[in-house]
């Protein structure tokens, strides 16, 4: 199993972005869970949130309301989308599946 995050890049405040997370091997996104993290430097991992079988998803409270995450079942990839991005989400973004996790992406926010 391979995750590859892509999508990010150089935002002011305010701004949005659209992550993707391209799922290769034999799994099936729309019957597990996949899920985003992030990194700040200096700072430990967080969980930005998941999307699992049914579409449900959960969220940090930190992004609740700006952040949404969905899934192209055809094409295996699972989006986070970013809106009312503020300086403090800069950060590698990177999904994971189980104990597999793909090369992150810099977001970065500028005030």
């Known amino acids: 199993v391979q995750l590859q995050a892509s999508g990010g890049g150089l935002v002011q405040a305010g701004g949005s972005l659209r992550l993707s997370c391209t799922v290769s091997g034999s799994i099936f996104i729309s019957i597990n869970t996949i899920s985003w993290y992030r990194q700040a430097p200096g700072n430990h991992s967080e969980l930005v949130g998941s999307i699992s079988s049914g579409d449900r998803t959960n969220y940090a409270d930190s992004v609740k309301g700006r952040f949404t995450i969905s899934r192209d079942n055809a094409r295996n990839t699972v989006y986070l989308q970013m809106s009312s991005l503020k300086p403090e989400d800069t950060a590698v973004y990177y999904c994971?599946?189980?104990?597999?996790r793909g090369k992150g992406t810099q977001v970065t926010v500028s005030s």
């Open positions: 994971t599946y189980l104990n597999y």
